[in-house]
């Protein structure tokens, strides 16, 4: 059983930096491949990013290039930098993982955190 824990959220303005964590139990969570979502009020949840266990990325086009996805295995933790932030990237975060490849549908991920909130002011 893996129960991600997100942290980091808060309140920035347009074009500053946040870094979202999102913690697993050790050794276990690396060896699931991570993922991050998004979900805005009154809107459905869409992918963010993930990182597989080996270290592969995937990206949202909407993130490409602002946004890292990392993983520190023998911590337990996978971040996700998030720099030149928008107000359209106000959104509770949430954290996912799964075994095997990545997918950019909600509904092939096994374990979900609780979520954390970004707020991006303009």
């Known amino acids: 059983q893996v129960q991600p824990v997100e942290s980091g959220g808060g309140l920035v303005q347009a074009g500053d930096s946040l870094r979202l964590s999102c913690k697993g139990p050790?050794?276990?969570?690396?060896?699931?491949?991570v993922g991050w979502f998004r979900q805005a009020p009154g809107k459905e949840r869409k992918f963010v990013a993930a990182?597989?266990?080996?270290?592969?990325?995937y990206y949202d086009i909407s993130v490409k290039g602002r946004f890292t996805i990392s993983r520190d295995n023998g911590k337990g933790f996978v971040y996700l930098q998030m720099n030149s932030l928008k107000p359209e990237d106000t959104a509770g975060y949430f954290c996912?993982?799964?075994?095997?490849?990545?997918?950019?549908?909600?509904?092939?991920?096994?374990?979900w955190g609780q979520g954390t909130q970004v707020t991006v002011s303009s």
């Open positions: 050790v050794p276990t969570f690396s060896r699931y491949t």
């Open positions: 990182i597989s266990w080996s270290g592969a990325t």
């Open positions: 996912s993982a799964k075994t095997g490849l990545y997918d950019n549908s909600p509904q092939g991920w096994e374990y």
